[in-house]
């Protein structure tokens, strides 16, 4: 498999003068992440970018998002102005009903009644433009603008199995799910798409401790916002989706979370902003506007004094209609897992800018689509070095950056972010994609 990181394994960083224990201490997380974020904001007097910007070529874009919590960038940028303060007051921000139907909506493109782009999981654009889940086989061109957050996914577990209080060792619950098999009944597994992030996440879990996501669970596609229904019902005994609805399952006390996806791979890549192709060729001082307000919307959401008003505002009927009591606690990095085990200021808690939390790290678009090997959906030699060269546009979010004025320290130096270790011991290296690939157990690869 050919990989596409460059020569570095140069690890991502805290800006300058914020230490990461700083971070992630409790009463000192807000003064920290404020440090962290004031060196860009003084580089905005007024909160004006920090250079002029060409006139965008419209003003408008019509982009998507699901009803989760790690849209907020885009639903900030919509409500605090930040479109509109760079150049683009008319972009219209439009929930879709499922990953399923963002698909089919960016392949319509607004032309067609659809969308340009959206709050997407990381690895659609290259399922979409290669053309892996498109009708017919059908590509449509894409490409990675940002990345939109790291960490706060959840995989939750039904309240049947309370007694177990499953965690990052799912032997125990492969012995429950094996005896409830035997008794004759279904055992599922939900995600939000076929080789989308939760789909990866959840397969992962299930892979470490033995148990096969296609041969041992039927894994099925649940939008985010029927998770917690559906688990009400009985359809599934577990699931992966972002919040808020891990938290509003435990609060309805329909099941409990067992692990946040942090706990599985620390600082892990998640949504990210995608755009059709021709969109941004055609579009590209429009492109570039629209990034620096998304950008500017990632560092107002990742302010700790910011967040009991992001969860206010992503709450509302028209963005995720639920209630703010679902959101806040978890936001603010308080995780109450429903089990007894309660983590007050999670290092797992959502990140929107900080450890280089928007940066498209090609490396990390390189584990996902080694992850789409594993399971099938790419064939192991497809050359991924020209698909991320198609697709991921990091140079785009660099140009935006510095004409934003973020500060150097706060823009990776390398593409790649290096070596990455799970929680099971196993190690991804971007220079080496085949031997990690070789050290799993459960595959699709023949």
């Keep these: 498999m050919t990989n596409a990181s460059d020569r570095s ?7 300058a003068g914020v230490s990461r224990r700083a971070l992630l201490a409790g009463g000192a997380y807000a003064t920290a992440t404020a440090a962290l974020l004031g060196a860009a904001y003084r580089a905005l007097p007024g909160g004006a970018w920090a250079a002029p910007l060409d006139t965008p070529e419209t003003t408008t874009a019509k982009l998507g998002f699901i009803a989760l919590t790690d849209a907020a960038p885009l639903i900030i940028a919509k409500e605090k102005g930040f479109f509109a303060r760079h150049g683009m007051p008319d972009v219209e921000v439009l929930k879709q009903a499922s990953w399923g139907t963002t698909r089919d909506n960016i392949v319509l493109g607004s032309e067609g009644n659809g969308i340009d782009g959206a709050h997407i999981l990381t690895p659609m654009p290259y399922l979409i433009s290669a053309g892996v889940v498109t009708q017919n086989n ?5 490409y990675i603008l940002a990345r939109l957050n790291l960490d706060s996914q959840c995989i939750s577990v039904a309240q049947e199995y309370a007694d177990l209080r499953v965690g990052l060792d799912t032997a125990p619950f492969r012995t429950a799910l094996e005896k409830k098999k035997a008794s004759g009944k279904a055992i599922k597994a939900a995600m939000t798409f076929p080789g989308g992030t939760h789909d990866l996440w959840i397969r992962y879990w299930l892979a470490a401790g033995g148990i096969d996501p296609d041969r041992d669970i039927e894994t099925i596609v649940v939008p985010p916002a029927q998770m917690v229904a559906n688990m009400k019902v ?13 938290e509003q399952l435990k609060n309805q006390k329909i099941g409990y979370t067992a692990v946040n996806t942090g706990e599985l791979w620390n600082r892990h890549p998640e949504k990210a902003l995608g755009m059709r192709a021709a969109w941004v060729d055609k579009h590209p001082k429009a492109a570039k506007a629209l990034l620096m307000a998304v950008q500017e919307a990632q560092m107002w959401c990742d302010d700790m004094a910011n967040r009991d008003e992001v969860s206010a505002i992503v709450s509302r009927r028209n963005w995720i209609n639920a209630p703010v009591a679902d959101i806040a606690d978890r936001m603010k990095g308080r995780f109450d897992y429903g089990t007894g085990k309660v983590v007050e200021s999670s290092p797992h808690i959502m990140k929107y800018w900080r450890d280089f939390a928007s940066y498209p790290f090609r490396s990390h678009d390189l584990w996902f689509l080694t992850e789409n090997v594993r399971w099938g959906k790419f064939s192991a030699d497809t050359d991924f070095a020209a698909l991320i060269d198609k697709v991921n546009r990091e140079e785009l979010w ?17 593409t790649s972010r290096g070596k990455e270790t799970f929680f099971d011991g196993k190690v991804f290296d971007p220079e080496d994609p085949a031997a990690y690939l070789a050290s799993l157990s459960i595959t699709r690869i023949a």
């Design 138 to 142: 059908q590509p449509t061109p894409m």
């Design 398 to 414: 660099r140009d935006a950056a510095a004409t934003l004025g973020v500060p150097a320290d706060q823009i990776p130096a390398s």
């Design 9 to 15: 394994d140069t690890p991502a960083r805290p800006a």
């Design 234 to 246: 009985g359809t599934m005994d577990c699931f992966c989706v972002c919040e808020p609805w891990n």
